[in-house]
């Protein structure tokens, strides 16, 4: 099966710099990569995604990397507000697959 | 529209006593999971369900953990003989279909066992 790990399990940050969390996977054949925001006592959110056929998505200030041949992937968030502070999931699957790995969670602190 | 629902929001149950959470997906949503979160942790997954499929129960910890699920409604987890390393908050998903991946999670609930 598939095995998603996730670094680092914290990280903090002064305001307006920039965050960068890694995963990494182990089958080859997961092509799909959402990332989840999870605020303290919230529910999981997806934030962005990307599949294998492109490199690189952006949204606003957030943007994800990937890896094919490393088989890794990136969430990169610039100008970090405090409102960022949250624990950030990765995972990944294969589409139309039954279940999302997830790694095991980064708790970002974005420091005012 | 609605989001995925769970209830009761918090338990505090007894060592030994059986618990029963229940999660309202999506109204249209084929595919249920149950993860399991443990304080600080990741998210573990426990059980899946696809339409009328038999389930993937593959990361159900025990057999004191059950789910059932009738048709694409409400899903109940029970927690048979609850210890105190069952707490965690217990948080469902749902999917609309096969192909494609995003889940959207519920609120999760809260499981105390003293």
């Known amino acids: 099966g598939e095995n998603v790990e996730q670094h680092p399990s914290t990280l903090s940050v002064q305001e307006g710099d920039s965050a960068v969390i890694k995963c990494t996977y182990s089958d080859s054949a997961s092509n799909y990569f959402p990332w989840y925001k999870q605020e303290l006592g919230k529910r999981p959110q997806l934030i962005i995604d990307?599949?294998?056929?492109?490199g690189e998505k952006k949204d606003q200030r957030i943007a994800v990397t990937l890896n094919k041949t490393a088989k890794h992937f990136s969430l990169h968030i610039t100008e970090t507000q405090p409102e960022d502070s949250a624990v950030y999931f990765c995972?990944?699957?294969?589409?139309?697959?039954?279940?999302?790995?997830f790694g095991t969670g980064t708790r970002l602190t974005v420091i005012p | 529209g609605a989001g995925v629902s769970q209830s009761p929001s918090n338990k505090v149950t007894e060592k030994g006593k059986d618990v029963e959470l229940r999660c309202d997906p999506i109204?249209?949503?084929?595919?249920l999971y149950w993860y399991r979160q443990r304080l600080g942790q990741g998210l573990e997954f426990l059980i899946y369900f696809q339409g009328n499929s038999a389930p993937d129960k593959s990361g159900l910890p025990s057999d004191r953990f059950s789910a059932e699920r009738t048709g694409e409604s409400v899903s109940t987890l029970t927690i048979q003989r609850t210890q105190q390393e069952d707490s965690a908050v217990y948080l469902c998903a749902s999917r609309p279909q096969t192909g494609y991946n995003e889940q959207f999670f519920g609120p999760g609930t809260r499981l105390t066992v003293l």
């Open positions: 109204s249209g949503h084929t595919a």
């Open positions: 990307i599949r294998s056929n492109v």
């Open positions: 995972a990944a699957s294969k589409t139309g697959a039954n279940n999302l790995f």
